[in-house]
């Protein structure tokens, strides 16, 4: 069993930044892909960025890309989302996610198997 914890989400204005944490309990964080999510009000979860075990392989949403980068380390048990000129559509739930079965880092929501409970990012215009 994995817990996940995320912190670090808030009101920015439009261009600034924020970095979002996401603490893991357990031993076995270091064999988990990992990704980050986000849900809009009135939208779908959707997958934002992932990285691999090692932190070597990443994927990103192309509405975040060059943007948004996404980091693990695997001593703190912890993985990033470094979020750069943000945008008023980028407001929204920003959950953590790990996926035990996998190398990997996918962008479906059915292959990971544990969530956090989410940080609130809001981007004023």
């Known amino acids: 069993q994995v817990q996940l914890v995320e912190s670090g989400g808030g009101l920015v204005q439009a261009g600034g930044s924020l970095r979002l944490s996401c603490a893991a309990s357990?031993?076995?964080?270091?064999?988990?892909?990992m990704g980050w999510f986000r849900q809009a009000p009135g939208k779908e979860r959707e997958s934002v960025a992932g990285n691999s075990v090692s932190g070597g392989v990443t994927i990103y949403a192309d509405s975040v890309k060059g943007r948004f980068t996404i980091s693990r380390d695997n001593a703190k048990n912890t993985v990033y989302l470094q979020m750069n000129s943000l945008k008023p559509e980028d407001t929204a739930v920003y959950y953590c996610a790990a996926d035990r079965h996998s190398v990997t880092p996918g962008t479906s929501l059915r292959t990971y198997d544990y969530w956090g409970q989410g940080t609130q990012v809001t981007v004023s215009a």
């Open positions: 357990g031993r076995t964080f270091s064999n988990y892909a």
